[in-house]
């Protein structure tokens, strides 16, 4: 298994331009989610799914869409990048969306909008 | 929506004496708290996980005790070792609906000299 993965692992854009940023999983999990870190700020949750076709808001969603056509993927797109979106960025899978199901991360992508 | 707030931000410890983190979180509905290690350019990954039905729960080293009445948790890392250096973080599960949502302190750095 490899778990959560997810590219690229670095990313540099200008204001205003659109990138997507992939997540996958194998592990046949119904929930994931992004987050994003930022110094001193924690991970906070940006978009989330609990199934194929499923997705729903998390505390700093604007500037985020997503979607979930399957089970394995969830891409997060920025479609006109800000410099205050310059973040490192993780995906997180886990078996179910119920309290008590540890949460796996992806290794993260760093992305800086000048 | 769930506020956790997480002290200290930075900790150091000589080897082998003990840390403790301690967070509080704002909503009492919150059943579930794990706490997150991540080293200098990794993911986060749980080292340890309490749920509101249990008062402590211990691990070799790590344990990590909940008081629901005053709605905080603490980390406690014993004979503390220079492979225990990294941010550390807590979080609370807001559960709503099916889903779960964590909600993230800001994190605590832990630097174990020798």
């Known amino acids: 298994n490899a778990g959560v993965t997810q590219t690229p692992k670095f990313q540099v854009l200008k204001t205003g331009q659109s990138m997507t940023l992939q997540c996958a999983q194998d592990m046949n999990h119904e929930y994931m989610s992004w987050y994003r870190q930022d110094p001193g700020m924690g991970l906070r949750l940006i978009h989330y799914?609990?199934?194929?076709?499923?997705?729903d808001q998390g505390e700093v969603p604007n500037g985020y869409n997503v979607s979930r056509s399957t089970t394995e993927d969830f891409p997060l797109r920025l479609l006109s990048a800000a410099p205050s979106q310059t973040s490192v960025y993780f995906c997180?899978?886990?078996?179910?969306?119920?309290?008590?199901?540890?949460?796996?991360f992806g290794p993260g992508t760093r992305l800086t909008v000048l | 929506g769930e506020n956790v707030e997480q002290h200290p931000s930075t900790l150091s410890v000589q080897e082998g004496d003990s840390a403790v983190i301690k967070c509080t979180y704002s909503?009492?509905?919150?059943?579930?708290f794990p706490w997150y290690k991540q080293e200098l350019g990794k993911r986060p990954q749980l080292i340890i996980d309490?749920?509101?039905?249990?008062g402590e729960k211990k691990d070799q080293r790590i344990a990590v005790t909940l008081n629901k009445t005053a709605k905080h948790f603490s980390l406690h890392i014993t004979e503390t070792q220079p492979e225990d250096s990294a941010v550390y973080f807590c979080?609370?599960?807001?559960?709503?609906?099916?889903?779960?949502?964590?909600?993230f302190g800001t994190g605590t750095r832990l630097q174990v000299t020798l």
């Open positions: 309490i749920r509101s039905n249990v």
């Open positions: 799914s609990v199934g194929a076709g499923i997705t």
């Open positions: 997180a899978s886990s078996p179910t969306g119920l309290a008590g199901n540890e949460q796996f």
């Open positions: 979080a609370a599960s807001e559960v709503g609906g099916t889903a779960s949502k964590l909600t």
């Open positions: 909503d009492s509905a919150s059943n579930y």
